[in-house]
C-alpha cells in the first residue's frame, strides 16, 4: 500500500522530526530544495514564484542553490516588498546576499509570454486557503492559459514544489484556479491530491524527494500497489487446494452474467469452478464456459465449497451459507448493506447505484472522488468487506480504518459484464485466501485488493479504448505469469 497524507498528519511528522528528533527546519527545507534542483535540466532559464509561506522558503533555497550552480535564475513576489516570514525570511536573505533581486508585476499575463526554460510553482503548499485569490489567482490563470493555448509544445514548463498551486493537499477535487506541473517535487511523503484524481492529473510525473523524518504515518487514505509475487504453490498441489468457487448466478435473458463471472474465477486462479443457475440455462452456459462444472440450482449449496458468490445475472436470493460470500449485483438488496458487513468473511461489491439501494442512502452518490470517500467512510463499519466499484474503485471494511483506493484501469471498463468478471475474480482470490495457512481479516482485505488491482491492469495492458470483457481474461493471465516470473 502506498499511504496518501492530508495536510495535518504531514505537518504531524514534519513537527516530531522538529520537536522529538531535533532537526532543524532549514535543514528540512535545505533538503527539499536539493531534492526539487535536481529534477531541473541545467543551462535552462528558472522563473521562480515564491509565495509568502515555507513553500516559498522552499522555492527561494532552491533559486540561491540554482544561481550556485551558474543558472539564470529571477525569482518573482506576489508583493512589491519583502513579506516573508520565519524561515521564508532567512531563506530571501539569503537570496539577497548573493545579489539576488525580486521581481513584482500586478500583470502576470504581461510578462509570462517571454517566460522560457521552467517556471518554480512556489507560491502555496501545505497551508494553501482556496480558492485561490487576488495576485496569486492572477498568475496561476495566466500560466495555465498560456499552457493551455500553446498546445503540445509549451514555451516553458511548470515544477511544483510538494504540490501544485491550487490543489487542496488534504482533497482529489480541484476547487477555483490550479497550475499543471510537467513534474511535482513531493517532499517527504505524497499527500491526498497526488494519489487521487482529479487533483492527481494537474501533478505530472511525481518524484518522492526524501528529507529527514523518521515518524510513522497515520494515513487515512492509501493506494494499492502493485501486488507482490504470488507465492510459489507446491509441486504436488491440487485443485482442491486452489479454492472451490460456487457461483449462483443466471436468469433467462441474463446468462452472460454467469459464464463472465465464471471466466473472472477462472482466470483468477480457481481450482474449480461450480455455476449454480436455472436449469433452462444450464445447457447454454456449460458449452461456454467448459472448465467449469455447471449445474441447475437445487436450494442447497453442494459439498466442498470454499466460497460462494451470488448475484450475477439477475440472482437476488442469497442462500443459507456459513461460508466465505461475495455479494455482487442483485443480491445487494435494499438495506441490507450494515447487516452484511457486520458479518464475516463477506465481501460486497457495488457500483455506485447499488451502493445507495444496499445501504439506503437518501441522496443517490454523485461522481465527485470526495464525496465517494465520505459514503464509504460512514458504511464501514464491521467485519465485512466493501469495494465500491467505479473509477478509483475503494476497498473499505473489515480489521483496517485506512481507506484504498485502486489506480489502476481506464474508460474502458465502463460496459457491462466488467463488474460480474471481477466479481468472479474476488471470489476466487477469497476462495484462494480460505485454503492458505493464515486467513485472518487483514488477509481478506488484501486477497480482495489483489483482485481489484488486478482487474484494472488488465484493462491498462490492453491500452486505452473500448474492449470486450472477454479480452480481460488473455490480459489477466499475462498479467499473472508476469508476477510469477518476477
Known sequence: MIPLLDAA???????????VWGVSSLVLQEHAALGALALLPPGQPLHVLAGPGNNGGDALALARLARLRGENVEVWSLEPTSVWKGDAAIQAALWEGLGGEFRFTPTPRAVIDAFRGWVVDGLFGLGVRLPLRGLAEAWVSALHDSLKSAGREPPFQVLALDLPSGLDPSSPEVVGAALPAHRTACFGHLKICHGLRPARDFCGSISIIPIPLRAEVRAPIALLGKPEKPVASSWDCHKRDCGHVA?????????????????????????LVTVLTSSELRAEIAAQVPEAMVHAWQGRIPEGIDVLLVG??????VPEWAGPLVLDASALCSGQGPMWMQRPETVLTPHPGEFARLFAVK?????????????????????????????QSLIVGGPSSQIWVNPTGHRGLSTGGTGDFLAGMVAAKVGIWKQSSAHDGMGLRKAVAEAVWLHGAAADRL????????????????????????
Open 363 to 391: 441522496r443517490r452518490m454523485g461522481l465527485a472522488t470526495s464525496e465517494r470517500l465520505d459514503q464509504v467512510r460512514n458504511v464501514a463499519k464491521g467485519p465485512g468487506i466493501l469495494v465500491l466499484k467505479g473509477a
Open 312 to 317: 450475477p445475472g439477475g440472482v437476488d436470493e
Open 463 to 486: 491500452g486505452q479504448g473500448p474492449l470486450l470483457v472477454r479480452e480481460l481474461g488473455e490480459s489477466l493471465a499475462g498479467l499473472v505469469r508476469d508476477l510469477h516470473a518476477e
Open 9 to 19: 498528519e504531514m505537518k504531524r511528522v514534519e513537527q516530531e522530526a522538529l520537536s
Open 247 to 271: 457461483i449462483r448466478a443466471g436468469t433467462p435473458g441474463m446468462s452472460g452474467a454467469a459464464v463472465l463471472a465464471a471466466l473472472g474465477a477462472l482466470r483468477m486462479g480457481a481450482g
